[in-house]
């Protein structure tokens, strides 16, 4: 599975954001996918993810309720809604697919995309 993020850019405080994944290869839809985040000086952080049908969903405690992940599997693609964004959501935001490690949560994936920044400004 090859990932495209795409969507970033900067935003003020209590806006929104919508990045999405384009996917390509046959497995897409076999495979869970999450999104991820890195802010400068922390390590990568679990954010979303998504069974394989999208049916079910997981989010990181702070992002719950204000972030929607989402996934088309005729388009292939992967959505992330963002809304009421924070300045503590700054970061560059990087699509996974095949999840693996222990956990719904975990941070360990087989395929990663480029990643795309998010900036919110206060």
């Known amino acids: 599975v090859q990932l495209q993020a795409s969507g970033g850019g900067l935003v003020q405080a209590g806006g929104s954001l919508r990045l999405s994944c384009a996917a390509s290869g046959r497995t897409f839809s076999s495979v869970a996918m999450g999104w991820l985040r890195q802010a400068p000086g922390n390590e990568r952080e679990f954010v979303a993810r998504a069974s394989q049908s999208g049916e079910i969903t997981y989010y990181a405690d702070s992002v719950e309720g204000r972030f929607t992940i989402s996934r088309d599997n005729v388009k292939n693609t992967m959505y992330l809604q963002m809304n009421s964004l924070k300045p503590e959501d700054t970061a560059v935001y990087y699509c996974?697919?095949?999840?693996?490690?222990?956990?719904?949560?975990?941070?360990?994936?087989?395929?990663w995309g480029q990643g795309t920044q998010v900036t919110v400004s206060s």
């Open positions: 996974a697919a095949d999840p693996r490690g222990y956990g719904v949560y975990t941070t360990q994936y087989n395929y």
